[in-house]
T-cell receptor, first 116, second 111 residues
Framework: DVKVTQSSRYLVKRTGEKVFLECVQD?????MFWYRQDPGLGLRLIYF???????EKGDIPEGYSVSREKKERFSLILESASTNQTSMYLC???????????????FGEGSWLTVV | GEDVEQSLFLSVREGDSSVINCTYT??????LYWYKQEPGAGLQLLTY?????DMKQDQRLTVLLNKKDKHLSLRIADTQTGDSAIYFC???????????FGTGTKLQVIP
C-alpha cells in the first residue's frame, strides 16, 4: 500500500518560531510537493521538488523554504512563523513520468498548524 | 496563470444524484481529475479524464468534459452518506507534473 507520511498531524507554535514539517514517502517517487489548504481557497502549491537537492517555487513560496536531502524525504520550513501561516499543510508525491494513465499524486494525511 | 473554479457547497438527499461542476481556464490542460477528501484526511484520486474524451463512466461516477466551454462535471449516482466529503477538481498539462486544484466543493448528503 502506497504511503505518504507526515510526521506531525497537529502542531501549535508561537509567532516567530522556526517550524519544520516533515514528509516521507515509501514509493520511490521522484516528485514531491507541499501544498497548503485553506477554506474557500482550495490547495495552493508552496514548493515542489523533482529530485534530490532540487526545488522549485510554487505559487505561494513567500515565508517558506524546503529541503530535499534524500529522495524519500521532503521538509517544509517556516523560518519565522506568523499567524497568517495557520493552515492545513499537505505533502504529496508522484512519479517522474507525470500524471498519465495509472499515475497520480499521492497525498499525506495533512498537518494542521496553528500559529498563536 | 491557470485557474480552476468550483462552487463551495452542495447539499443532496441520500439516493439522489449529485452533480459537482468545475470550470478551468488553461486551454492546454491535458488531464482533468476529481479528488475526494474525507474529513481529517488527505486527498484521494477518484477518477480522471483525458482532454480528448467527452465522457468517462466508472460505476456510480460519470465525468463529463466540455472542452469548448472548459467545463468539467462529476455526477455521483445514488448518493450515499459515505459520499459526504470535499471534492476537488484539478487540471494538469500532462508532461509537466504541476497540478492546479480548484477550491473544492463540500458535498453534504442528507439521510
Amino acid at each position: 500500500d502506497v504511503k505518504v507520511t507526515q510526521s506531525s498531524r497537529y502542531l501549535v507554535k508561537r509567532t516567530g518560531e522556526k517550524v519544520f514539517l516533515e514528509c516521507v514517502q515509501d514509493m520511490d517517487h521522484e516528485n514531491m510537493f507541499w501544498y497548503r489548504q485553506d477554506p474557500g481557497l482550495g490547495l495552493r502549491l508552496i514548493y515542489f521538488s523533482y529530485d534530490v537537492k532540487m526545488k522549485e517555487k510554487g505559487d505561494i513560496p513567500e515565508g517558506y523554504s524546503v529541503s530535499r536531502e534524500k529522495k524519500e524525504r521532503f521538509s517544509l520550513i517556516l523560518e519565522s512563523a506568523s499567524t497568517n501561516q495557520t493552515s492545513m499543510y499537505l505533502c504529496a508525491s508522484s512519479h517522474r513520468q507525470g500524471l498519465q494513465s495509472g499515475n497520480t499524486i499521492y497525498f499525506g494525511e495533512g498537518s494542521w498548524l496553528t500559529v498563536v | 496563470g491557470e485557474d480552476v473554479e468550483q462552487s463551495l457547497f452542495l447539499s443532496v438527499r441520500e439516493g439522489d444524484s449529485s452533480v459537482i461542476n468545475c470550470t478551468y481556464t488553461d486551454s492546454s490542460s491535458t488531464y482533468l481529475y476529481w479528488y475526494k477528501q474525507e474529513p481529517g484526511a488527505g486527498l484521494q484520486l477518484l477518477t480522471y479524464i483525458f482532454s480528448n474524451m467527452d465522457m468517462k463512466q466508472d460505476q456510480r461516477l460519470t465525468v463529463l468534459l466540455n472542452k469548448k466551454d472548459k467545463h468539467l462535471s462529476l455526477r455521483i449516482a445514488d448518493t450515499q452518506t459515505g459520499d459526504s466529503a470535499i471534492y476537488f477538481c484539478a487540471e494538469s498539462s500532462g508532461g509537466y507534473q504541476k497540478v492546479t486544484f480548484g477550491t473544492g466543493t463540500k458535498l453534504q448528503v442528507i439521510p
